[in-house]
């Protein structure tokens, strides 16, 4: 479904800046269906890549397809949950939820009926009409993620989704999240930086390097479905944590490393002495 070919991004310089080297040969696949969370250090380029995925920008070089298709720009084929929810403030938590089907022109008893059940599913039909602001950040959440769903989109793009919700709410929405993704199978690609939530939702955990990003390691999720969440607590279960974080330490060392030397260039692309 998604084919991420030898991808390359170089973030142009500027104002005596350096050019930033964001992703560096990423090659993944994903198959139809299929749930791919990917971690790596703060500023790897992560984000990058699920937003090229997107078609919010063209790589420096390689290329990406969607279900063979060379990626151009956004397609109704997509839909980006974002960190935070972005609802559109002036309209009601309903009207958020069905802006993406009145976009593709649908009105009347059928786009009523569609949003109506993506309340219902959501848990959010006693806030229909209630503004963004009124709910809490789970429900924002839902609301989100309802949006992007209802038009039925073959891939769901997300960029930490749960970042920033309490433990337990995050907990919620993870259980949440996987009761729909068993329902609808869309293709999944989720970035987070939470070594355990990649593995709980994940049938696969790619870990990129510190910048500029590539594949470190791609490992299977040996875990059948559907996951108790006591899982965690199992010797298997941390079995696979360590080995991903025995990827991902180095990397992060790395990371900061890299920040504490670009702390110090100056103005002029050249170290401070």
């Known amino acids: 479904m998604i084919s991420i070919q030898d991808v390359h991004m170089v973030y142009p310089g500027g104002r005596g800046r350096r ?31 699920l937003h090229l995925v997107a078609g919010f ?27 935070q929810a972005a609802l559109y403030p002036w309209l009601s938590v309903a009207e ?89 199978r869309p293709t ?13 939702l994940g049938d696969r955990v790619v870990v990129m390097t510190a910048r500029p990003g590539k594949i470190a390691v791609d490992l299977a999720v040996p875990f059948a479905r559907p996951r108790e969440w006591d899982l965690v607590l199992t010797p298997e279960f941390v079995e696979v944590k360590r080995q991903v974080l025995s990827v991902l330490r180095p990397e992060l060392e790395s990371a900061e490393h890299l920040e504490r030397l670009m702390s110090g260039i100056g103005g002029e692309g050249e170290l401070d002495t």
């Open 96 to 184: 958020n939820i069905g802006f993406g089907l009145r976009i593709h022109g649908l009105r009347g008893e059928e786009y009523k009926r569609k949003v109506s059940d993506y309340l219902a599913i959501m848990g959010l039909e006693a806030f229909a009409r209630h503004a963004p602001y009124e709910l809490s950040g789970g429900m924002r959440q839902r609301a989100a993620i309802a949006r992007a769903l209802i038009t039925q989109p073959e891939i769901m793009l997300m960029d930490e989704p749960f970042g920033a919700l309490d433990a337990q709410t995050r907990n919620e929405m993870q259980r949440f999240l996987l009761r729909l993704w068993r329902t609808l």
């Open 57 to 83: 920008g063209r790589p420096t070089e390689g290329n990406i397809l969607v279900d063979g298709r060379l990626v151009r720009g956004p397609g109704a084929d997509r839909a980006v949950v974002f960190q």
């Open 188 to 200: 999944v690609l989720f970035v987070t930086h939470d070594v355990e939530e990649a593995i709980l």
């Open 19 to 49: 050019a930033v080297p964001a992703l560096l040969g990423v090659d993944l696949k994903l198959a139809d269906g299929e749930f791919v969370s990917v971690v790596g250090p703060s500023g790897c380029g992560k984000s990058t890549l």
